[in-house]
């Protein structure tokens, strides 16, 4: 990994902005397609569309106050509404109603913040029929848009100084060739070098189809699993996942999934190795929903406790911990994230080799009584109720990198299932109570 990119696995939870026109229909992000809307008539609602009330530093202050360490806003999404003053479409929220280049006060205020900053852009554009008719039935139509598309990154990297992330979509049903990413990727590079780019310019040749809709193993510098936690073990990677039930863009009659949900995709995120980049849909006004903003405060107060957990964290699941909750890994530590409290006063871990120096109920800060026999750990003392209306962590402490015993370096219905005969043995080898066979 180059070292300007350390930061990416060091921040581990990110804010996606959906925002634009189509946050004044409220069907989400992609209503235009989705909802089979009159081309002419979303265009003449998107220009009077005028969001008087976006404060882009109240929005810094939600994600910053979450533990959030970077942003990424939707520049263009698929409709093709620009959220900055660019010199290739009128188009744009600095040439309608609401005159102001929203993509700059976003950065600016992001930045100002402490946080890094990203744009999405959208190769798509679903007013464009080249677009949809593609490089053989309309070769000249698709150069001419493909030339839009490349003009506009060129734009964005140029104009608006340091971006830490450049995130595309839309590739679809495209393939790299078409759009000719790698050559963007080259303007990219050469515009900006020290900038992270996904994994979503088009598919190549010799891409496998369940690599997705247009994600690349070729071209892309981190994975981007969607509305799923899969670990990348061949590159650094995120999650981007919706705060809501489905929907990316704001959408009247959504239903939210509450904090602990939330934040349990940020631990499962972290253990795995990767990041969260979790979404928000402001309002038409340019608010971001009061249920967000309270979710966010919920969690950037268990993050002012527990961040030691997740920010910088290594995959973490060292061995078998289902039963209570998710494990992540920072240097020496591991990390008991627990998502069931039993109220039973210990916590049991079976399957650690490695011999524990201490625990301490990160929650509290208290040390708490440990004792190791063999490779079973159990945690005492602990108080029947939970400490935390979320989830307490433990950190257990080691001399080196914590290992699992030879059985639970693998989860259960994986590796070889023969490691556990001696186990099963222990108890005998009829299928009587007792284990021993009946004449």
């Known amino acids: 990994m180059r070292d ?20 004044a ?36 202050e939600v994600a910053a106050g979450a533990g959030m360490r970077y942003a990424v806003l939707t520049s263009r999404h698929h409709d093709g509404y620009c959220l900055w003053d660019s010199q290739y479409t009128d188009y744009t929220s600095a040439r309608q ?29 679903w007013r464009i029929p080249a677009y949809w008719d593609g490089p053989d039935r309309d070769p000249e139509g698709f150069a001419a848009f493909r030339e839009y598309v490349h003009n506009q990154v060129r734009e964005l990297l140029t104009d608006y100084g340091h ?70 073990p061949e590159r650094m990677w995120e999650s981007c996942q919706v705060s809501t039930w489905r929907l990316w863009g704001y959408a009247t009659g959504e239903r939210w999934r509450p904090a602990d949900v939330l934040l349990d995709m940020l631990v499962e995120a972290a253990g795995k190795g990767g990041n969260l980049l979790m979404n928000v849909g402001p309002t038409p006004d340019g ?31 060292v061995t078998e911990f289902i039963t209570y909750g998710r494990q992540t890994r920072v240097g020496n530590n591991l990390y008991l994230v627990i998502r069931f409290w039993d109220r039973r006063g210990e916590v049991r871990v079976a399957g650690l080799q490695t011999p ?9 800060g208290q040390e708490v009584p440990v004792r190791q026999v063999g490779d079973v750990v159990t945690v005492t003392d602990l108080p029947q109720e939970p400490p935390t209306d979320l989830f307490p962590v433990i950190r257990l402490e ?21 490691r ?5 043995a222990l108890r005998g080898r009829s299928v009587w109570t007792d284990g021993l066979p009946r004449p």
């Open 97 to 125: 109603a609401p005159g102001r280049d929203f993509v700059r006060e976003y950065l600016e205020a992001f930045r100002a913040a402490g946080l890094r900053v990203g744009l999405y852009y959208s190769l798509a554009d």
């Open 287 to 317: 608010e971001l929903p009061v249920e967000f903003v309270a979710q966010m405060a919920r969690i950037g107060r268990w993050m002012e406790r527990h961040g030691e957990a997740i920010y910088g964290s290594a995959a973490g699941d």
């Open 420 to 424: 556990m005969s001696d186990w099963a």
């Open 4 to 23: 300007e990119w350390r930061w990416f696995n060091e921040a581990r939870l990110g804010l996606f902005i959906h925002w634009g026109a189509y946050a």
């Open 163 to 232: 971006l830490d992330v450049i995130w595309f979509d839309g590739a679809w049903p495209h393939s790299q060739e078409d759009w000719r990413s790698a050559e963007l990727v080259e303007t990219i590079r050469s515009l900006q070098p020290h900038i992270l780019i996904n994994n979503r310019l088009g598919l190549a040749d010799d891409d496998a189809a369940e690599e997705g809709v247009g994600r690349s193993r070729t071209l892309g510098d981190f994975g981007t699993p969607e509305h799923q936690i899969v670990a990348d």
């Open 398 to 418: 080691f001399d080196e990198p914590p290992q699992a015993a030879p059985w639970a370096v693998d989860r259960l219905w994986q590796g070889d299932p023969a």
């Open 25 to 60: 229909i409220g069907h989400g992000e992609q209503s235009l397609f989705r909802d089979h809307l009159d081309q002419a008539a979303y265009a003449e609602a998107a220009c009077r569309w005028n969001p008087t009330r976006f404060d882009p530093h109240r929005w810094a």
């Open 356 to 364: 524990v120096r201490r625990a301490v109920l990160l929650t509290t």
